[in-house]
């Protein structure tokens, strides 16, 4: 919350600057005058495919909804085209944004004092924001280029174990991560799920950038599509792919669990307990956009993003090709300079000969006019201090060609 309202202070005083900080997605992409084709969508979905009756389609877009959520049958199919994901519908809770099924899952899952979540440093503050609100401890894994470190993984669990702690699950998001835009191979989304079935862990998957690639048919199969064993509880958002201010996510839990009582049911239902007891039910005009959505598009959101894919892809290449430009290979060898270059996603991470912190953020928005992120916001065991996130998205292109030349402008007067 301190690392939000810094931003968002910094931002207020000086409206001018670019701003590399937000992930959210571009607003040209929206079209206000579709939501209303979306309702129609739904509403003739409710009445001619499910039959019905107008008194019945009222109460499903004004009342209480059912928890679970409404538009869960219609996920399913679309997960099942756009993923390979085969989820029944009881299996999926349509959640008030991923944020919900995140804190709704921990708790389900983290019932002891000993329990601790395992999470990637650098980590999305989401997640850990979520954890420390349920106090819930965590345990930083390092990421390498491939994403989280195996062996450094296993370390950690049993280092956790021989101090009497259960490590219950590992939260990752293996395409395109926020923070630093790391993708991870297919060997090594094997490996992972090889590596939580041998150390019985649970693997949270978030996957909201997923279909943001840089070149076409370089598609990957998510954690889930692989899952044949059911170590995978995989949670969605429709902000990227659809438009953020509906605030409609979803979580698969096909786990099964036994009840108290001894009767088995799936994680889903018993998420659905906990949802009851902070939002009640998902807006039901929310899902009803979301659900016309899907039914336009045909169930295919890959296909339905396939302009966004494109703004992003390009914003992406004109953002790395700027800052090869500006500074050239042995130029920024010799400044102690350099930066990843993604496969796709919003993000990117640059890393400096000096701490990327506070004060360098003060001066780059008042002296430069451009606002990034300090990485060390997303290090939950300290790290980052020299590096900076990069966000892309919410930015025109022209937008991205200035904010580089005064990011470098930065960079030539600080990193000598």
Same mark, same amino acid.
């Given at each position: 919350?301190?690392?939000?309202?810094?931003?968002?202070?910094?931002?207020?005083?000086?409206?001018?600057?670019?701003?590399?900080?937000?992930?959210?997605?571009?607003?040209?992409?929206?079209?206000?005058?579709?939501?209303?084709?979306?309702?129609?969508?739904?509403?003739?979905?409710?009445?001619?495919?499910?039959?019905?009756?107008?008194?019945?389609?009222?109460?499903?877009?004004?009342?209480?909804?059912?928890?679970?959520?409404?538009?869960?049958?219609?996920?399913?199919?679309?997960?099942?085209?756009?993923?390979?994901?085969?989820?029944?519908?009881?299996?999926?809770?349509?959640?008030?944004?991923?944020?919900?099924?995140?804190?709704?899952?921990?708790?389900?899952?983290?019932?002891?004092?000993?329990?601790?979540?395992?999470?990637?440093?650098?980590?999305?503050?989401?997640?850990?924001?979520?954890?420390?609100?349920?106090?819930?401890?965590?345990?930083?894994?390092?990421?390498?280029?491939?994403?989280?470190?195996?062996?450094?993984?296993?370390?950690?669990?049993?280092?956790?174990?021989?101090?009497?702690?259960?490590?219950?699950?590992?939260?990752?998001?293996?395409?395109?991560?926020?923070?630093?835009?790391?993708?991870?191979?297919?060997?090594?989304?094997?490996?992972?799920?090889?590596?939580?079935?041998?150390?019985?862990?649970?693997?949270?998957?978030?996957? !909201?950038? &997923?279909? $943001?690639?840089?070149?076409?048919?370089?598609?990957? +199969?998510?954690?889930? *599509? %692989?899952?044949? /064993?059911?170590?995978?509880?995989?949670?969605?958002?429709?902000?990227?792919?659809?438009?953020?201010?509906?605030?409609?996510?979803?979580?698969?839990?096909?786990?099964?669990?036994?009840?108290?009582?001894?009767?088995?049911?799936?994680?889903?239902?018993?998420?659905?307990?906990?949802?009851?007891?902070?939002?009640?039910?998902?807006?039901?005009?929310?899902?009803?956009?979301?659900?016309?959505?899907?039914?336009?598009?045909?169930?295919?959101?890959?296909?339905?993003?396939?302009?966004?894919?494109?703004?992003?892809?390009?914003?992406?290449?004109?953002?790395?090709?700027?800052?090869?430009?500006?500074?050239?290979?042995?130029?920024?060898?010799?400044?102690?300079?350099?930066?990843?270059? !993604?496969? &796709?996603? $919003?993000?990117?991470?640059?890393?400096?000969?000096? +701490?990327?912190?506070? *004060? %360098?953020?003060? /001066?780059?928005?008042?002296?430069?006019?451009?606002?990034?992120?300090?990485?060390?916001?997303?290090?939950?065991?300290?790290?980052?201090?020299?590096?900076?996130?990069?966000?892309?998205?919410?930015?025109?292109?022209?937008?991205?060609?200035?904010?580089?030349?005064?990011?470098?402008?930065?960079?030539?007067?600080?990193?000598?």
């Amino acid at each position: 919350m301190e690392v939000m309202n810094f931003l968002n202070e910094i931002t207020s005083r000086h409206p001018e600057a670019i701003s590399f900080g937000p992930g959210r997605p571009y607003e040209g992409l929206f079209k206000a005058e579709r939501i209303g084709d979306y309702l129609d969508a739904y509403t003739h979905h409710l009445r001619d495919d499910l039959g019905r009756t107008p008194a019945e389609v009222r109460t499903l877009l004004f009342q209480y909804g059912r928890t679970n959520g409404q538009i869960h049958h219609l996920v399913a199919r679309t997960l099942h085209n756009d993923e390979g994901i085969q989820a029944h519908p009881e299996s999926l809770v349509v959640t008030v944004g991923c944020q919900e099924g995140m804190f709704i899952t921990l708790r389900a899952l983290f019932a002891r004092p000993s329990d601790v979540l395992l999470v990637p440093s650098p980590c999305y503050i989401g997640i850990t924001g979520a954890a420390r609100l349920l106090n819930i401890e965590t345990a930083p894994v390092p990421e390498g280029e491939d994403g989280i470190d195996p062996e450094a993984l296993r370390r950690t669990v049993a280092a956790l174990r021989a101090a009497g702690k259960r490590p219950r699950a590992l939260y990752v998001i293996p395409d395109f991560s926020n923070p630093t835009g790391i993708r991870m191979t297919l060997p090594a989304r094997h490996r992972l799920l090889e590596l939580a079935e041998d150390e019985d862990l649970l693997l949270l998957e978030d996957n !909201p950038y &997923g279909f $943001f690639t840089r070149s076409t048919g370089t598609h990957r +199969p998510t954690l889930k *599509a %692989l899952d044949t /064993r059911r170590r995978v509880i995989y949670l969605g958002s429709f902000a990227k792919t659809c438009f953020p201010g509906a605030r409609v996510g979803y979580v698969v839990a096909d786990q099964h669990v036994r009840a108290p009582d001894g009767r088995q049911t799936l994680l889903a239902e018993e998420l659905s307990k906990v949802k009851s007891m902070v939002t009640v039910n998902t807006p039901a005009l929310s899902q009803a956009v979301i659900g016309g959505m899907l039914i336009t598009h045909g169930f295919r959101l890959r296909e339905a993003n396939d302009e966004a894919a494109g703004f992003y892809r390009q914003n992406l290449d004109v953002l790395l090709d700027c800052l090869d430009h500006l500074l050239p290979a042995s130029r920024r060898q010799q400044a102690g300079i350099r930066w990843n270059a !993604p496969e &796709g996603g $919003f993000f990117l991470t640059l890393t400096l000969p000096i +701490p990327a912190d506070n *004060a %360098l953020l003060e /001066r780059s928005a008042r002296d430069h006019g451009v606002i990034w992120t300090p990485m060390s916001y997303f290090y939950p065991d300290g790290g980052g201090r020299h590096q900076m996130r990069l966000s892309l998205s919410s930015l025109t292109r022209d937008q991205v060609t200035e904010g580089a030349h005064r990011l470098v402008s930065l960079l030539e007067r600080n990193c000598r």
